[in-house]
């Protein structure tokens, strides 16, 4: 099967797709096509997460990069996705390679690619790699080894978990955290965001070590994931409870009772902190499948909003071209201005500890502000898993037929990833997942029923 670049990068099973033979041409295919870039002289980074065999694959693609004649900058133990995106800015470098398969199950491993400016990559320069991939049976990989080129220094290690930290300390108020006595729980799901805060601000860590299983379930951080940390956070001992995923660039947040606040009030609560405390100024970009609460507030405060496809590297191609204060997505990815034109699930939860230590106020009371100022939004989604991309098609082209749905009329739709029709007071989307083999089902609606509704008469519809 041909490798080809998903939502974000190319993931595949362990030793069914991802093998080290396919790692070494996708990275061959990377060499190639960037050949001519005016900074390839400069390096690229390389780094990789806690998965099974992920420092073997990222050895593997630095020996590649070498062989090719590019400079190295390795990590020298696991990252977090943001660290490489770091590095790749503000090294100046080329490009940043990052052995992730995120939020995937543990079978997966992955290849993201970060451009220059420590953003997802864009579509254009990865059709170009997907190009040379096409003539992989031609290439020569070389013949120089890890050591001899660690040895040379054509392969450099590099202590990006200390530069990242250093990161943190600079950009975040840590010493208004540290002193308010906002109490913080974290779970890093068993991926590279642990150890990342220890030391800077105070927490209280679980799940914070590697376990390459995962502990049987995927690190994504959605609420089915996170019975152990919404069980501590019931205790009453935390004001925050701050969760990441395997790369640690998405983010899950739980108030000071135990409760999932999920990531459309995330990035409700995130936006307003930043224009009302920080007084930051700029255009919001959502995600497709994001809450219409967001275009209420950026109404409330005349900020240009801006709507793109599901993808993050959507999201990052317009804060490098605009002038943008934050850019998330329904996932839990959150970019903002004054850091990376991408998610960093550690540098956002640290935002929400200041938040909290410079409000001086609760979770729940902040959520409760934003709820009657603009009204209460109801979201929801599931996944249906589908393997047939041609079944997944045809579930999008008959929603586009719908007149109804769960009783509700369908007033106008949106196609401008899957199909999202449009209700009075809500809206339902449908779309094909492009990392998983799922099809994705998103619905808002202002009243709290009426969201079930929508998705039991879609499954029934579909006969699912």
């Given at each position: 099967?041909?490798?080809k670049?998903?939502t974000?990068?190319?993931?595949?099973v362990i030793?069914?797709?991802?093998?080290?033979?396919?790692?070494?041409?996708i990275?061959?295919?990377t060499?190639?096509?960037?050949?001519?870039h005016?900074?390839?002289?400069?390096?690229?980074?390389?780094?990789?997460?806690?998965?099974?065999?992920s420092?073997?694959?990222a050895?593997?693609?630095?020996?590649?990069?070498?062989n090719?004649?590019?400079?190295?900058?390795?990590?020298?133990?696991?990252?977090?996705?943001?660290?490489?995106?770091?590095?790749?800015r503000?090294?100046?470098?080329?490009y940043?390679v990052?052995?992730?398969?995120?939020?995937?199950p543990?079978?997966?491993?992955?290849?993201?690619?970060?451009?220059?400016?420590?953003?997802?990559?864009?579509?254009?320069?990865?059709?170009?790699?997907?190009e040379k991939?096409?003539n992989?049976?031609?290439f020569?990989y070389?013949s120089?080894t890890?050591?001899?080129?660690?040895?040379?220094?054509?392969?450099?290690y590099?202590k990006?978990?200390?530069?990242?930290?250093?990161?943190?300390?600079e950009?975040?108020?840590?010493?208004?955290?540290?002193?308010?006595?906002?109490?913080?729980?974290?779970?890093?799901?068993?991926?590279?965001?642990?150890?990342?805060?220890?030391?800077?601000?105070?927490?209280?860590?679980?799940r914070?070590?590697?376990?390459?299983?995962?502990?049987g379930?995927?690190?994504?951080?959605?609420?089915?994931?996170?019975?152990?940390?919404?069980?501590e956070?019931?205790?009453g001992k935390f004001?925050?409870?701050?969760?990441t995923?395997?790369?640690?660039d998405?983010?899950?947040?739980?108030?000071e009772?135990?409760?999932?606040?999920?990531?459309?009030?995330?990035?409700?609560?995130?936006?307003?902190y930043?224009v009302?405390?920080?007084?930051?100024?700029?255009?919001?970009?959502?995600?497709?499948?994001?809450?219409d609460?967001?275009?209420?507030?950026?109404?409330e405060?005349?900020?240009?909003?801006?709507?793109?496809p599901?993808?993050f590297?959507?999201?990052?191609?317009?804060?490098?071209?605009?002038d943008?204060?934050?850019?998330?997505e329904?996932?839990?990815?959150?970019g903002?201005?004054?850091?990376?034109?991408?998610?960093?699930?550690?540098?956002n939860?640290?935002?929400?500890?200041?938040?909290l230590?410079?409000?001086?106020?609760?979770?729940?009371?902040?959520?409760a502000?934003?709820?009657?100022?603009?009204?209460?939004?109801?979201?929801?989604?599931?996944?249906?898993?589908?393997?047939?991309?041609?079944?997944?098609?045809?579930?999008?082209?008959?929603?586009?037929?719908?007149?109804?749905v769960?009783?509700?009329?369908?007033?106008?739709?949106?196609?401008?990833?899957?199909?999202?029709?449009?209700?009075?007071?809500g809206?339902?989307?449908v779309?094909?997942?492009g990392?998983?083999?799922?099809?994705?089902i998103y619905t808002?609606?202002t009243?709290?029923?009426k969201?079930?509704?929508?998705?039991?008469?879609?499954?029934?519809?579909?006969?699912?």
């Amino acid at each position: 099967m041909a490798i080809k670049f998903g939502t974000d990068g190319w993931r595949a099973v362990i030793a069914d797709e991802y093998t080290f033979e396919n790692l070494k041409k996708i990275s061959k295919a990377t060499a190639i096509a960037f050949e001519g870039h005016p900074k390839i002289n400069n390096g690229i980074a390389v780094g990789y997460d806690t998965r099974f065999l992920s420092k073997e694959f990222a050895d593997c693609a630095a020996e590649v990069f070498a062989n090719h004649g590019i400079k190295v900058y390795l990590t020298d133990s696991f990252v977090t996705t943001p660290t490489v995106s770091l590095l790749s800015r503000d090294k100046n470098l080329a490009y940043g390679v990052m052995i992730t398969s995120s939020h995937n199950p543990a079978k997966y491993n992955g290849f993201k690619l970060k451009d220059e400016f420590g953003g997802s990559m864009g579509p254009v320069h990865l059709n170009v790699i997907e190009e040379k991939l096409k003539n992989s049976d031609s290439f020569n990989y070389g013949s120089g080894t890890l050591e001899e080129f660690i040895t040379s220094g054509k392969i450099e290690y590099i202590k990006g978990k200390d530069y990242y930290r250093n990161t943190l300390k600079e950009k975040i108020d840590t010493d208004v955290i540290n002193s308010s006595g906002v109490k913080i729980i974290y779970d890093a799901m068993y991926g590279s965001g642990q150890g990342m805060m220890d030391g800077i601000i105070n927490i209280t860590a679980i799940r914070n070590e590697v376990n390459p299983s995962f502990g049987g379930s995927s690190p994504e951080p959605v609420q089915m994931n996170l019975s152990l940390i919404s069980g501590e956070m019931k205790s009453g001992k935390f004001d925050i409870g701050i969760v990441t995923d395997g790369d640690a660039d998405r983010i899950a947040i739980f108030d000071e009772n135990g409760e999932f606040v999920d990531a459309q009030k995330t990035f409700a609560l995130l936006l307003t902190y930043m224009v009302e405390n920080k007084k930051m100024t700029g255009g919001v970009v959502r995600g497709f499948s994001s809450s219409d609460v967001i275009k209420e507030i950026c109404d409330e405060y005349g900020l240009k909003l801006y709507t793109v496809p599901i993808g993050f590297k959507y999201i990052s191609e317009l804060m490098i071209k605009e002038d943008i204060l934050i850019g998330a997505e329904e996932s839990g990815g959150i970019g903002l201005k004054h850091h990376l034109p991408e998610r960093d699930g550690i540098f956002n939860g640290m935002m929400f500890s200041e938040m909290l230590a410079v409000k001086k106020k609760k979770m729940s009371e902040l959520i409760a502000e934003i709820e009657k100022k603009y009204g209460k939004y109801y979201y929801k989604r599931i996944d249906q898993h589908l393997s047939s991309n041609e079944l997944k098609s045809e579930l999008i082209e008959l929603t586009k037929s719908l007149k109804e749905v769960a009783g509700l009329e369908v007033v106008g739709q949106d196609t401008l990833d899957g199909c999202k029709l449009l209700f009075k007071n809500g809206w339902l989307l449908v779309r094909a997942s492009g990392t998983e083999p799922l099809l994705r089902i998103y619905t808002e609606t202002t009243g709290e029923n009426k969201t079930e509704e929508i998705l039991n008469d879609i499954k029934k519809k579909f006969k699912l």
